[in-house]
């Protein structure tokens, strides 16, 4: 702190014109006593001094301009070539002429992609796995996944089941199953059990299709309400299905149904 001179009106007014008065400590003038002031001058914020932040804005590259500017005699572009020269460049995507990744990659989803090659066809099983079950029970998928032993979640849970040779059965018991290996079919009928074939669900074909809506027609049936009914009772079985929206809907047929009827 520095001892300065008495401020004066004239003094202060000077002070006000450009600058900010940061502290100002004044003493109550007296006889004997002569006022100091601490002043901090600092220049305000205007249009004429904003200046960018150091080392924000560079200057730009002068690229091919001879060795002086930096960067060598072709400034990393290499000598000759498309990419050496001025205009656009190679397309996204090109790989030189040999067959790009977009080409290599399947086009379709799925089975017509080659997306489940692969994969397996039926939800495996074992005869040791089989023996955690008492003796004499029925053995089938549902009941694999209730107790446990089988976890066909995601793409595996509309999968069949199949049975394979690997351990012992330690007494006889009923095995439904789509496919059995031969050694394992061998093994649970030494044990005194059965292993039954279960059918399959069809594969679907246009021929198959057509010629099931042809007899449900002659029997006086529509295929899209019969597999709408379908739909439905598994939902209903499940408790996924709005009781108040069915009921509307078969208020609804009904009352259409009654029309034809006295229509007719």
Known sequence: VHQLQPITRTRMQALKVGSSLRAAAVRPASASRVSSVHVQAVERLRLGNLSPAPGSHRDK?????????????TCGFGNRGQKCRSGPGVRPGFEGGQTPLYRRLPKLRGIAGGMAAGQPDFVVVNLKDLARIPEGNEV?????????????SGRMRNKPLKVLANGELKGPMVIKAAAFSAAAKAKIEAAGGTAEIVAQKPKWTRKAYNRLVAELKKQGKDYKVEALKKRVAKLQAKGRVNKTRLAKTSAKKAAKEDFKTKKA
């Open 140 to 152: 089938s998928i549902d009941s694999l996944k209730e107790k446990g032993v089988v976890r066909a």
């Open 61 to 73: 590259a002068r690229k091919g301009r001879g060795y002086a500017a930096g960067q060598g005699g």
